[in-house]
């Protein structure tokens, strides 16, 4: 790879596993054996806004007890090397790129650290808000509180610049991500239209897979950092 390449990487729970946190597909389209259903929609936020959010103060919980992986640091290796033309885009919400020390992510699916009022939209962190009350609710209007997840149904963060980097891009690489959640799935997609190269890193085939020209199949955190270091031509 050039150095002026622009370089997109794609990360989804996969990248997470190494660390001890199940993946989404893990059982069945169980998320933590919930129905996405009944824990990441707006509908069941709703209909059941103590269990939600019981199952988001536990993924949170649970996100500070685990350490970034092998295959995180390694993407912050890749960053070093390209700087402003590397961009990390993630679906995961764990936290773990940044705790590893990758600068240019975005969160597109938000994250597990926050939390908002769904009245005056006020951000918090999640060690800011008192997270004992079944429904915590916000310090300022006193309204509820929610998870600042992208629930289905809701628009992503940041597709307007997503969209901008697919455009320029050079090299995409999508790691640990099945494939299946939308619009996320469609990027590799669009960088392969855009005359990118594409690789994949995973554990398996991808329901994507017809658009990866170039395919590592196994664990992240086993193949990234030789495959980084091939990438950054430091073999
Ligand atoms: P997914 O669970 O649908 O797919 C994970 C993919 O990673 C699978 O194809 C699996 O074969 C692969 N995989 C498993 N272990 C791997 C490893 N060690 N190395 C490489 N690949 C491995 O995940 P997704 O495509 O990211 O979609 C899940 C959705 O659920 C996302 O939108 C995300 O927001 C949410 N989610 C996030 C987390 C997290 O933040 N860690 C965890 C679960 C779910």
Redesign the pocket.
């Known amino acids: 790879m050039n150095k002026n390449d622009l370089i997109v990487v794609l990360t989804?729970?996969?990248?997470?596993?190494?660390s001890g946190?199940?993946?989404?597909?893990?059982y069945d389209g169980l998320?933590e054996n919930h129905r996405v259903e009944d824990v990441a929609t707006p509908e069941a936020f709703d209909r059941d806004p103590v269990m939600v959010w019981r199952f988001y103060k536990e993924r949170y919980f649970q996100s500070l007890d685990v350490l970034p992986n092998a295959?995180h640091y390694a993407l912050v290796d890749l960053e070093k090397h390209f700087g402003d033309n590397f961009l990390l885009i993630t679906?995961?919400?764990?936290g773990l790129h940044e705790r590893a020390g990758s600068k240019r992510v975005l969160e597109m699916?938000g994250k597990l650290l926050t939390c908002f009022c769904v009245g005056c939209k006020a951000n918090y962190k999640m060690n800011e808000v008192d997270l004992n009350p079944e429904i915590p609710t916000c310090p300022a209007c006193g309204k509820f509180l929610r998870p600042d997840i992208v629930w289905f149904g809701e628009m992503p963060y940041f597709l307007e610049e997503i969209y901008q980097a697919l455009k320029k891009v050079s090299v995409f690489i999508s790691?640990?991500?099945?494939?299946?959640?939308y619009p996320?799935s469609y990027f590799i997609a669009m960088a392969k239209q855009n005359k990118a190269k594409t690789i994949g890193?995973?554990?398996?085939r991808?329901e994507n897979n017809i658009f990866i020209e170039e395919f590592h199949q196994?664990?992240?955190?086993e193949l990234l950092p030789e495959l980084v270091k091939e990438w950054i031509g430091d073999l």
């Open positions: 989804g729970a996969g990248i997470s596993a190494e946190i199940k993946t989404f597909r893990d998320w295959g679906q995961n919400v764990d699916h790691i640990g991500t099945s494939g299946h959640v996320a890193v995973n554990f398996e991808p196994g664990k992240a955190g």
